[in-house]
């Protein structure tokens, strides 16, 4: 099983999704997201070449929900996944960071 890490772009992109649905949705869907995210980085402790892989990037993307998507990197040398990245997916793709 691999290690999760968490970049910083990853936790201000998370907090920052979370501060958005607090304001915006009910304590339902703020609790419903957090569980996907929790178990999708669970799938991706698994078995991370299970989401879609981008050689460009040398990245894997994870949808979680419609709106939000999750970027991540594989180190295999040390056993780590780098959560890089939470991408609100109406955003225009060419403003992706990675």
Known sequence: MY???WSPSAQTSYFK???YL?????????AAFINRTEEIINFIKNRP???QYS???NTHKCVLTK???L???????????ELLLFWDNRQDPENLPL
């Not at 607090?22 to 703020?30: G, L, P, Q, R």
């Not at 970027?71 to 996944?81: G, K, M, V």
């Open 17 to 19: 999704i979370l501060n």
């Open 3 to 5: 290690k999760i890490v």
């Open 22 to 30: 607090e304001e915006h949705w009910s304590t339902n869907e703020v």
């Open 71 to 81: 970027f991540y990197r594989i180190n295999t040398s040390s056993d780590q996944i």
């Open 49 to 51: 070449s299970l989401f």
């Open 55 to 57: 050689k460009s990037s």
């Open 67 to 69: 709106q939000v998507s």
